[in-house]
């Protein structure tokens, strides 16, 4: 079922550009500039190492495999209370599909739209503004707080009763450095991000066209079940995907938009033979 959703996104994405008119020749609403964007990208770079290196230098909180009681659980809000102890390797790994298409196949998907190399090579810079700034505003997140995963409060009697496969990926898992990342999700940011983009920028190119439709819904649905399967996976509270789709979500609608042509009336004078002529175009 999920590999038919993908197929869903891809060609609900993809398959419209190829119906629109003057495919090769369309113009982009897009414009770069040195100043503007040597800024973005300086922000974007600046904010995803200075996140890495706190949160490759933060010090992991003494954990004991199954020590926490229901006094430790009564101790998260009452939203995310009783997602403490979920533990579903199989839904943390429906939970990559989706990540991957919004962090790879949707830059895959943006050399579908209109234009020359230029104008697709201002898509991808704007992309990869955005990406960076995203997940550098997770890292930042990670390694300034400590939130343990859903998983890590199965007691003792609880993981002894998981199969064995389950058991093993469990302690595999629970012995990683992460487990006190669970603030905020950033697979459900980038999820967000990557697929909210992609409809923001079809939306752009064709506003008029009936198909955005298609892919807004393709976007929403995309970002919603990636933090659904994060959340039934026991990698993150509800809180956690939520304030990461929203984050993740925000910046792929907002880089766009801070790129976007600015539509107006451009008056212009030149000369003619009867001396000069006036232009008053409206774009």
Known sequence: MIRYFVLFILFSSVYPCYSQNNYWNKESPYEIGLKKDLIFSGVALGTYFTGMHILRNEETPDFTIGSFTQS????????????????????????KVFKFTGKNLVPLGLLALPGNLKSRASL???????????????????????????????????IEQLGQEDREEFLEDIEGSDIEDSFYSGDAAATAYGLMFFAKVYNDYYPDSKSKYIVWTAAGLGT?????????????????????????GGFGVLIPH??????GNKLSFYPSANGLSLSYNIR
Do not use: C, E
């Not at 995310?80 to 943390?92: C, I, Q, V």
């Not at 503004?129 to 007691?155: E, S």
């Not at 801070?258 to 539509?263: A, E, P, Q, R």
């Open 72 to 95: 430790d659980i009564n101790q998260i809000n009452g939203f995310d209370r009783s997602f403490a102890g979920t533990w579903n390797p199989g839904a943390k790994d429906v939970g």
């Open 124 to 158: 991808g810079l704007m992309f990869y503004q955005g990406f960076y700034l995203n997940g550098g505003l997770v890292t930042l997140a990670k390694g300034t707080t400590d939130r343990f995963r859903p998983f890590t409060y199965l007691n003792q009697s609880q």
């Open 224 to 248: 919603g079940l990636g933090a659904y399967f994060r959340v039934k996976s026991g990698k993150h509270f509800p809180s956690d995907v939520i304030v990461g789709a929203l984050i993740g």
């Open 258 to 263: 801070l790129h976007k042509k600015k539509d």
